[in-house]
C-alpha cells in the first residue's frame, strides 16, 4: 500500500512540474501560438491551467501528509542495530615529562606560568611608526 501511494506521489509531482510548466509567466498558459478562435481562447487555457495546477498542488499535500502519517505508523519497523559499533576505550594521555629543546620547562595545566616565547617572536620592543 505504501509503496503503491509513494508511486501515486511521483505521478502527481511529475504532472504538477508539467503544468506549471507550461503556465505562462503572466498567467495565460498555452497561448503562444495559434487564433483565439481555436480549441481553447487565452482564457479558458490559463482558466483550466490555473484549475488543474490547484487540484494537483492540493492532491500533493494531501498525499504527503497520508505518506508520512503512514510512515510514521508502520508495524513491525524497527531499528537496524546490525552496523552499530562500539568505540574502544582510550587510554588517558600522559603529559611530556621530558623539557624541550632550549631547556624550558614543560607547560602543564597546574603551572600558573606559560613556557616563555622563542626570542624574535613577539617579545621585543619595536616601535610600530618611526
Do not use: C, W, Y
Not at 503512514?70 to 621530558?98: F, K, V
Amino acid at each position: 500500500m505504501f509503496t503503491f501511494l509513494l508511486i501515486v506521489q511521483a505521478f502527481i509531482a511529475a504532472g504538477l512540474v508539467g503544468v506549471i510548466l507550461l503556465q505562462k509567466s503572466e498567467g495565460g498558459g498555452l497561448t503562444s501560438s495559434g487564433s483565439p478562435s481555436g480549441l481553447m481562447s487565452a482564457r479558458s487555457a490559463a482558466d483550466f491551467l490555473t484549475r488543474t495546477t490547484a487540484i494537483l498542488a492540493t492532491a500533493f499535500i494531501a498525499m504527503s501528509i497520508l505518506l508520512a502519517f503512514l510512515a510514521a505508523n508502520r508495524h513491525g519497523a524497527t531499528i537496524d542495530a546490525s552496523l552499530q559499533r562500539t568505540a574502544p576505550a582510550a587510554a588517558p594521555q600522559a603529559l611530556p615529562t621530558t623539557a624541550p629543546r632550549g631547556g624550558a620547562a614543560p607547560f602543564a595545566p597546574g603551572n600558573s606560568t606559560a613556557p616563555a616565547a622563542p626570542a624574535g617572536q613577539g617579545n621585543s620592543a619595536v616601535p610600530l611608526a618611526q
